[in-house]
Nanobody, 119 residues
C-alpha cells in the first residue's frame, strides 16, 4: 500500500514563512508529477502548485511569487516553501503524488496538514 504523508503545518503570523513537506512510501517507482492542494473552511479544494517529472512548475495566481514547489526525487519527497503568508492562506494543505507515465497515471493523496495564518 502506498502512503503519502504531509508535515510542516503550523500556526504562523501574517507575513511569516512555512515549509511543508510530503513523502510517498511504498512501491511507487515512477512519479509523473507531484502537487499541493488546499481546502479552506467552507471552500472547495483548490490547486496550489504542481511540479512535473521533468521539473516544470505551475502555480495558482493567488500564490504565484510567494510559494515555491520543489522536489527530492531520490526520496519521493515534495516541498512547498510558503513566504509572505496571508490570512487567506489558512487551509488544510494536501499533497498529491501522481505516479505513472505519459500513457497512464494514478493518484495518491495525503491526509493533509493544517496551516493557520493568524495574528
Amino acid at each position: 500500500q502506498v502512503q503519502v504523508v504531509e508535515s510542516g503545518g503550523d500556526l504562523v503570523q501574517p507575513g511569516g514563512s512555512l515549509r511543508l513537506s510530503c513523502s510517498a512510501f511504498g512501491k511507487i517507482f515512477g512519479i509523473y508529477a507531484m502537487a499541493w492542494h488546499r481546502q479552506a473552511p467552507g471552500k472547495q479544494r483548490e490547486l496550489v502548485a504542481t511540479i512535473s517529472g521533468g521539473g516544470t512548475t505551475r502555480y495558482s495566481d493567488s500564490v504565484k511569487g510567494r510559494f515555491t514547489i520543489s522536489r527530492d526525487s531520490a526520496n519521493n519527497t515534495v516541498y512547498l516553501q510558503m513566504n509572505s503568508l496571508k490570512l487567506e492562506d489558512t487551509a488544510v494543505y494536501y499533497c498529491l503524488v501522481r505516479s505513472g507515465t505519459t500513457a497512464w497515471q494514478y493518484d495518491y493523496w495525503g491526509q493533509g496538514t493544517q496551516v493557520t495564518v493568524s495574528s
